[in-house]
């Protein structure tokens, strides 16, 4: 792992086989950026269990061997280690040596490194020549060096050709020779002149090829693309990071009071000053009726009532016939029988009947025998003179009261639904609008029908006169927190939004409302967003969503990247300040 100001370079290596590189933005944790990096290399097999860092000052590696040591490697799922790896730093002359060598390697193909011992060379053994030959000109005395009739001393110094000096003996030099960095990059420079020069393309051979001056500005454009492609990667794309939680859930039963005349809020009391809101709300609903009713026609037919008594008998209009089947007649008229005039001859008359209810049952046949009255049949009694007819009955759809109540129950609730509505859009946004509360009086109430009706369908029309309690949105939520505080653990936060009230109204008296019901709060963890911002800053959402889930209550996390780069380039913005954290409640 090479350690950098800004970045971190990791490489894994396996039996000796280079498996994968990759660069790393640093974070405050260098745990977890080497984390980071190794999470890229995820796969079946265990992670060589030895750590080697390089590239930084002796100091500053010392504190990122000791940061890795305490790093606990278990708790990671994605960075498997057979053991607890052995984290080392590497000696600054291996790293001069691993630098050369890789840099001969690719320019050389040298393999490894070393020294050339001195040895002892044998001289090779010539053999001797005759190196003595007759000249092949002659020579004179003169030319070579001596005077003749003239003093020597007088004779301009003659300067003989010196001795080519011994060169001195080289020190001994390594096998491969570290260059200077000056003339390292004098090469690359060469060969990047060169690889440009080879890309002209003489006009001579292809007509309409581009010009050396073309290709510059081409490259030059190239190459302030990528720039500004690499500058827009860095500080424009942002990042919504939205992480659910669990809420705790609170819950505090409570009686308060609203009066209308109160100047200011008495916690203590659990009073709060508050005011009343008016709508008039008016509808109409059918329904489809349940009840029923059985209606028909009654039989009716004539018959003959025989009176065996000495005395005549007035018979009133309604007078009871019972037949032998225990069904019931009556006189449609008053009737009048005169005496027997024998035992073998009664008194008669011919009266008309109806039957005491409707129903085909009371079609009765010719001479049907009746008790007439409260007579003994042994002395009065009727007999049909024909069949007694026209009786018959049916079920018919009818109006009951269970259809009257709950038309009206259910238009009831309806329009209470809708003055609702209407109530809290006239509510300031600086109020509370105690939505349970609604006092309802019907000022005009219409059916259809009324009950017992024959009716299919029942319709109801209904105008409600509706009242409404508004508080103070500030009161009742510092109302709300006097109660809870004691119950908040540490690490959570009430926040206004994750409060809700429900009130049921138990008492009014003039300006005053008795309310019972309870606050509930959903607490969510304390989280610092520019913190969490600056943690999860440059890496992949999958490892920024595995940090998230140090959250208390974390339950999932939703990461939007605009816009979304693809591969590598798929981090979280580089930049904290791009990075919008929002906390919610799972639901």
């Known amino acids: 792992m090479g350690v950098g100001n800004e970045n971190l370079e990791v490489a894994v290596f396996r039996l000796g086989n280079l498996s994968g590189n990759s660069v790393i933005a640093r974070s405050v944790s260098v745990s977890d950026d080497l984390i980071e990096g190794l999470t890229r290399f995820a796969s079946g097999e265990a992670l060589p269990s030895r750590i080697l860092i390089y590239n930084g000052k002796e100091g500053e590696l010392e504190d990122v061997r000791q940061a890795l040591l305490d790093t606990s490697w278990d708790e990671h799922e994605k960075t498997k280690f057979l053991h607890t790896p052995k984290i080392e730093i590497i000696d600054s002359n291996k790293k001069v040596l691993a630098t050369a060598l890789a840099g001969a390697s690719e320019i050389a193909n040298v393999s490894q490194i070393g020294t050339v011992k001195k040895g002892y060379q044998k001289e090779a053994m010539v053999a001797e020549e005759e190196n003595v030959s007759e000249p092949d000109e002659e020579v004179s005395a003169k030319d070579l060096g001596f005077v003749i009739g003239e003093d020597v001393a007088q004779e301009k110094s003659q300067a003989f050709p010196q001795p080519t000096p011994a060169v001195a003996a080289e020190p001994e030099k390594p096998f491969f020779q570290k260059a200077s960095p000056i003339g390292f990059l004098e090469k690359i420079k060469l060969t990047a002149i060169s690889f440009l020069s080879g890309l002209r393309i003489k006009k001579e051979g292809i007509p309409g090829a581009p010009s050396r001056q073309v290709w510059s500005v081409g490259l030059v454009v190239l190459g302030l693309?990528?720039?500004?492609?690499?500058?827009?990667?860095?500080?424009?794309?942002?990042?919504?990071?939205?992480?659910?939680?669990?809420?705790?859930?609170?819950?505090?039963?409570?009686?308060?009071?609203?009066?209308?005349?109160?100047?200011?809020?008495?916690?203590?009391?659990?009073?709060?000053?508050?005011?009343?809101?008016?709508?008039?709300?008016?509808?109409?609903?059918?329904?489809?009726?349940?009840?029923?009713?059985?209606?028909?026609?009654r039989a009716k037919g004539t018959v003959k009532i025989q009176n065996g008594l000495a005395t005549a008998i007035n018979l009133s209009a309604g007078t009871t016939l019972i037949s032998s089947g225990d069904l019931r007649?009556?006189?449609?008229?008053?009737?009048?029988?005169?005496?027997?005039?024998?035992?073998?001859?009664?008194?008669?008359?011919?009266?008309?009947?109806?039957a005491a209810n409707i129903g085909a049952e009371y079609n009765l046949v010719k001479n049907e025998s009746f008790k007439v009255g409260n007579y003994p049949r042994a002395e009065v009694d009727a007999v049909s003179l024909a069949d007694l007819t026209g009786g018959s009955s049916r079920d018919i759809s009818a109006v009951s009261e269970g259809d009257a109540a709950t038309l009206e129950e259910d238009l009831t609730e309806e329009l209470i639904e809708k003055a609702?509505?209407?109530?809290?859009?006239?509510?300031?946004?600086?109020?509370?609008?105690?939505?349970?509360?609604?006092?309802?009086?019907?000022?005009?109430?219409?059916?259809?029908?009324?009950?017992?009706?024959?009716?299919?369908?029942?319709?109801?029309?209904?105008?409600?006169?509706?009242?409404?309690?508004?508080?103070?949105?500030?009161?009742?939520?510092?109302?709300?927190?006097?109660?809870?505080?004691?119950?908040?653990s540490d690490g959570f936060v009430l926040r206004d939004e994750q409060l809700s009230a429900e009130f049921e109204l138990t008492d009014e008296s003039g300006s005053e409302f008795e309310l019972e019901g309870s606050f509930v709060a959903n607490l969510l963890p304390e989280v610092k967003p520019d913190e969490l911002a600056e943690k999860i800053k440059g890496k992949y959402p999958l490892l920024a969503e595995s940090y998230l889930t140090s959250i208390p209550g974390f339950s999932r996390a939703e990461i939007k990247l605009k816009p979304r780069f693809p591969g590598r380039l798929g981090t979280l913005p580089r930049l904290s300040k791009n990075i919008t954290i929002e906390v919610s409640a799972e639901r």
């Open 420 to 488: 609702k509505s209407e109530l809290a859009a006239m509510v300031a946004p600086d109020k509370f609008f105690i939505k349970d509360v609604i006092i309802a009086e019907a000022t005009s109430k219409t059916f259809s029908n009324k009950v017992g009706d024959e009716a299919s369908n029942l319709k109801l029309t209904l105008t409600l006169s509706t009242k409404g309690l508004v508080v103070s949105k500030q009161d009742i939520f510092d109302l709300a927190r006097e109660e809870l505080k004691d119950k908040v």
């Open 225 to 297: 693309l990528l720039i500004a492609g690499f500058i827009y990667w860095w500080f424009f794309p942002k990042a919504v990071v939205t992480v659910y939680v669990a809420p705790r859930r609170l819950e505090e039963e409570i009686t308060l009071k609203v009066d209308v005349d109160a100047p200011s809020p008495d916690f203590s009391e659990r009073i709060l000053p508050g005011e009343v809101i008016e709508t008039e709300v008016s509808g109409d609903r059918t329904k489809s009726t349940t009840g029923t009713r059985l209606v028909g026609e």
């Open 329 to 354: 007649f009556t006189l449609d008229k008053a009737a009048s029988v005169s005496a027997a005039l024998s035992p073998s001859e009664p008194g008669v008359a011919n009266v008309e009947v109806t």
